[in-house]
C-alpha cells in the first residue's frame, strides 16, 4: 500500500517550506526528491560517507540517516545557504582558491562539515580537523588541500 | 619543481580558479542524480542473490500489477527493442544460435546486455535481473519483492587461480581461448575460463638466466579494489515516441556511453543523444554503461522519463572493481644489479564476461627498465565476480607491485640501495619497451634522481617498527580522440565547447592550453561541456588523456584562430597575410603604413571587427593523436607498524614524478594525492570479501573502509618536468602513475619496519598479525 503523503513544516536556509512527503521518505529524500534542493548528495544512503550532511538546529547530522518526519518545526541549513546574497563563505573561497575539489561531489558534505567544526572549535589542530573530517569521504584528494583548507580558514 | 628546458609560458604553471568552482561550492552544479524532468519515473533494480545459477524463470506479473509500478523489465525487454544480436531465448541457447556471434576473447555487445540485465544465467552476486519504474523509489523497491524468480543454482568460482584448474566450474561453456601471440600453447577446444592468453617475448631468456649471478622468483597474489568513486552510478532516460533516445548521466565518456547504448538496444548511433551530467568520480569505473540501457527501455514501456542510481551496496556488487591477480615473476641479475632476464606470468580476473585489464598490465610491467631478453605472460580469466572495469592504470598497480617487490629483495642480496639498483637498469630515450617500440624521451631517470637527492630520502629514520621503502611506477597516458569548437564573439570572449567530460579540472587546463596558445587572458575563456550532438566525436576521460589530447586540439583550434584572425587583418589593412605576424602577446602585427603609423590589433580590438569582415570566427577541430605521454613516479613511505594490532601507520610519503609539463600545478598536485590515497587503500586494507556461497560481504563503505582523512598524513608531491616531445606544451598526463607505487612502496618500508616480506595486498591488519603471531 502506498503510504498516504505528509506535511512537514519546516525552515531551510532561513525560508519557511512545506514540504509534501512520503513517510519512508529521508530528509536527504525530502529535500532532493521532493523539492529539488540538490545540493546534499547521496553517496551511500547509509551514514557512511558524508556526503548529505547538513545543519538540523545546530546540529550536523547525515540528512540520509533522519526521517523526513522528524524534521518538522526544525531549521535546516544546506550548503545551498552556506554563501550570503553578496559572498563567497570563506571555506567556499578557500576550497575554490585551494583546489581542495576535484569531482566536487563530495565539497557539499565537506563544507557542512567543516562549517560545523569551525563553529564548535575555530582554531583546530590538524589532527582533530583529520578526526571531525573522517565521516566525509572523498575519493578524489587524498584530502591534503581539504584539511588545508580548512586550517587556512581557521587561521583567518 | 625540477624543469627541464621549459619555455616560459604565461597561463601554463599558473593557478587560476576553475570555471566550474563556484557552483560545486555552492551546491549548484548538476550531477547525474540531480536532474529534474516533469514526469520523472523512479528506477530499482532487482539483484542476483546468488553468485552463479541458471534463470529457470521469471515472474514480474505481481510486480506490475502494484499500485504507483509503471514498467517492469527483464532481459527479454532489453534484447527485445530491435538489437542486431541473436536474443537470449531457451530455443536459441538450445539451437546453438545463441552462441554463433561469440567471438574468443572479444568483448560483444550481448554480453554486455547480459552484464547490464542478465541473460540464460547469473554470474555473480548482485547481476541485475530486472528493473522496475515507480513514482518513488521506495514504491520501485516494494515491487522487486514482488518479482518471482526461480533459479538453479550452479557450482562457483571467485579465485583466479581456482578458476584455471581443470574441473573448475565453467561460466560460459562456449567460451574458448582468444590467442594473442604466436607460439603459445593453449587447448582451445575445451572448455575453459581462460578467455585469453597474450604474450610478449623479446631477446633470449635462457641465455639471459644463465649469465645471472642471482635470480629471485616470487609469487604474488592482490585482492579486488573498488575504485570506491563517491556517485554511484545513475542514469535518467527519455524514450520519445519519435524514437529519439535521450540520455542524461554521469559518465567519463559521453560517447562511448551513447555508442554502447544503441549497440545494446540495435538502434541507430544517431538516435541517441548522451548529456554528461557533472561527474562525481569515475577511475576507470564510469566508462561502461550499465542502467543506461535499462532507464531507457523501461521510459520506452511507461512512456515517461525514468531515473535510476544505484544503492551503494550495488555499486560494489555490480559495477567493476578492478582485477585480482595471480603473478609470477622471476628476475636475473649479474652481482652489479644488472638486469640479465625477467619472466612474467600475470593472470587476472576479468568477472563475469572476459576483459580484465591484464594486457596494460603486461605492457607496464617491466616498463622502468632496460630488459634485453623478456617474456611475459597476460591471462584473462572469467569468474563469478563483478565484470571489471578500468581502475586508475587498469591493471599496472599489480603487474609493477610484482616486479617492484622483487627488485626489493635483490637490492637487499645485492646490499645495494635500491634507487641505485634501478639507476643501473633505469630506461632511457631509445631503449625498447616489452612491445618492442623504442622510448622517446622519458623521466624515469630523473625521477629516480630526484628521489636521490629528496630530502625525505636523505633525512634519518629511527623508532622501534618503523621502516622506509621506495617503489617506482608506470603509466602510458594520452592519445585517442577529441574534439572541440571555439567561437570567437564580438568582444574577444571566446565560448570553448568541449567533448571530453570533466572530473577534476580539464576545462580549466585545456582553457590554459588554448589562452596560452592565442597569447589572450584565461578569464575571457568560457569553457563547456556538452551533449554528443554538439560536437565531435570525444574518447572518454580516462587515460589521463583529456588534459593531453585535450589541450591538443584546443592547441590546434588556436592555431586556426590565429591564422583566420591574419586574415581578417589582411582584408582590412587590404594587405598580405605573408605580411602579418600574430605575436605571442595576442596581438596581430603588419607592417607600418605609407605614413609611417604602425599597424597593430589587439585581439579584442580585432574581434570587434569580425561582423564587418566576414562574420565572427567559429571553428572546430578533432584530432586522434598515437603519440603517448609515457611518465614515472618513484613513492618513499616511512611508516609504522603496530604489533598489538597489525595497523600500519603512514608517518610521511613523498611521491616524486615527472609530469611533463604541470598545466595547473595545483590540480597536478591534487592528481597525484588522489592516487596516493587510493593506492594506499589498496596496499592496506581495501578488499572484496567473498563468503563461501560467493556473496561479497562487505558491500559497504563501512565494511570496504577507505581510506579517510585520520589515516593520512600531508602527502607531498615533487614534480619533475621532463617536457613530452609528443605533446605542443609538453603534457604527459598526470592522474594514473601515482596509484602504481603505493603497494610496493609500503610493502617494501613494511618489511624495512619489521622483517616480514608480504606476498598479497592489501597488508590488512588481521594478515599482519597473522604474520606476526
Ligand atoms: S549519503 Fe548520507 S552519509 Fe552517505
Ligand atoms: S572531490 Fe571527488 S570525492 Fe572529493
Redesign the interface.
Known sequence: ??PEPKVVNTIINGDSKQILV?E??SLL?AL??RI???????????G??G?CAVIMDGRLVNSCCVMAAEVEGAEIM???G??SRDE?HPL?TE?????A????????GF?MSSYALLQENPDPT??E???W????????????????SVLTVAKG | MVATEKPQYKIIGTRPRRPDGVDKVTGRAQYGADIKLEGLLYGAVLRSPHAHALIKSIDTSKAEALNGVHAVITNADLVGSGQTFQPTTAEAIESGTYWQALEPGKASPRWAAENILAGPKVLYHGHAVAAVAADDVHIAQDALELIDVEYEILPHVVDVQDAMVDGAPILHPQLRTGVRAAGVDTRSDIETNLASHMRLESGDIEKGFAAADLTIEREFTSSQFHQGYLEPQNATAFWSHDGRINIWTSTQGSFMARDATADVLGVPVASVKVTPMEIGGGFGGKIPIYLEPMAAVLSKKSSRPVKMWMDREAVFQATGPTASSYSKVKIGVTNDGKITAAECLFAMGAGGFPGSPVGAGVQCALAPYKIDNQVIDGLDVVLNTPKTAAYRAPGAPATEYAVESVMDEIAEQLDMDPIDLRLVNVAEEGVRNSSGTPWPKIGAKEVLEAMKSHPHYLSEIQGEDVGRGIAIGFWFNGGMESSSSARVNKDGSIALILGSVDIGGSRASISMQLAETLGVTYEQIAPQVTDTDSVGYTAVTGGSRTTFAGGWVAYELGQTIKAEMISRAAKIWDISGDEITYTDEGTVVGPDDAEGNKRVFSFNELAGKLQATGGLIAVSASSSHTTQGAAYGGHIVDLKVDRDTGKTEILRYTAVQDVGTAIHPDYVEGQIQGGIAQGVGMALNEEYYYDSDGHLMNGSFLDYRVPVANDLPMLDVEMVEVPNPGHPFGVRGVGEVPIVPPQPTIRNAVYDAIGVRFYHTPMSPRRVLDELL
Not at chain 1, 576550497?95 to 583546489?99: C, G, M, P, Y
Not at chain 1, 575539489?101 to 557539499?108: E, S
Open positions: 500500500m502506498i512520503s519512508r521518505d529524500e532532493r526528491d529539488g534542493m540538490t545540493g546534499a548528495k547521496e553517496g551511500c544512503n547509509n557512511n560517507c556526503a544546506t550548503v545551498e552556506l554563501a563567497l567556499q576550497f575554490l582558491d585551494n583546489a575539489l576535484q569531482c566536487g561531489i563530495c565539497t557539499p563544507l590538524e589532527e580537523a583529520r578526526f573530517l573522517a565521516g566525509n569521504l572523498c575519493r578524489c584528494t587524498g584530502y591534503d588541500k581539504i584539511i588545508d
